[in-house]
């Protein structure tokens, strides 16, 4: 039986991190449960939805915010942030200098969004294309996650359908907490 009187709630998420290392990927294999290995810039509106059923009360729609190809440090509009109520940061485990841009990219989410009263928004770490390698996980991630205020990391494939589930799960969690 239907409840109908479900509560309904609405999170936005931004998804960032360098070109290429798989942002509109991972919000398609979320959204559509699809992978194309065909290269696509954006997934051109300004976000795909993602409805979770969090339990019999509560009905969360997620709208992941995706880059639309202008993935150049301080670019990003207030527009992209605003109102934002979680990130995910990603970078590509086969190429390391995706993962020294977390810290710029860091930097540019802690200045331009954060929740009433000056608190940072709920933040993970996706470590993209696990399919290929894992052996590059770097390994001061812990201690960075810690040091920067990321609730957790995930070794994730977009390809493969890995860990993005439990990822975007840990997020909402954290972001219910916040509401
Ligand atoms: P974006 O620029 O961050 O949005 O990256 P895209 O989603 O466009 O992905 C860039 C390229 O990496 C595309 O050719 C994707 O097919 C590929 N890609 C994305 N995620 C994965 C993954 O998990 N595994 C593999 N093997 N390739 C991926
Ligand atoms: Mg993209």
Redesign the pocket.
């Known amino acids: 039986i239907a409840n109908l009187h479900k509560k309904e709630l609405t999170f936005k998420f931004v998804i960032i991190?360098d070109?290429?290392?798989?942002?509109?990927?991972?919000i398609q294999r979320y959204t559509d449960g699809e992978f194309?290995?065909s290269?696509?810039v954006t997934i051109g509106a300004d976000f795909a939805v993602k409805t979770l059923e969090w339990n019999e009360e509560i009905r969360i729609n997620l709208h992941l915010w995706?880059i639309a190809g202008h993935?150049r440090f301080g670019a990003l509009t207030g527009i992209f942030y605003r109102h934002a109520f979680g990130a995910a940061l990603?970078f590509d485990l086969t190429r390391p200098e995706t993962f020294k841009s977390i810290s710029k990219w860091l930097i540019d989410l802690r200045k331009k969004v954060s929740l009433p009263g000056g608190i940072q928004i709920p933040t993970i770490l996706l470590a993209?294309?696990?399919?290929?390698t894992t052996k590059t996980v770097p390994i001061d991630i812990d201690a960075f996650c810690k040091e920067n205020g990321i609730i957790s990391w995930f070794v994730?494939?977009?390809?493969d359908n890995i860990h993005i589930d439990e990822a975007m799960i840990r997020l909402t969690a954290a972001a219910l907490k916040n509401h």
């Open positions: 991190g070109f290429g290392v798989g942002k509109t990927s991972i194309s290995s290269y696509k995706d993935e990603v993209n294309k696990g399919d290929i994730t494939s977009a390809k």
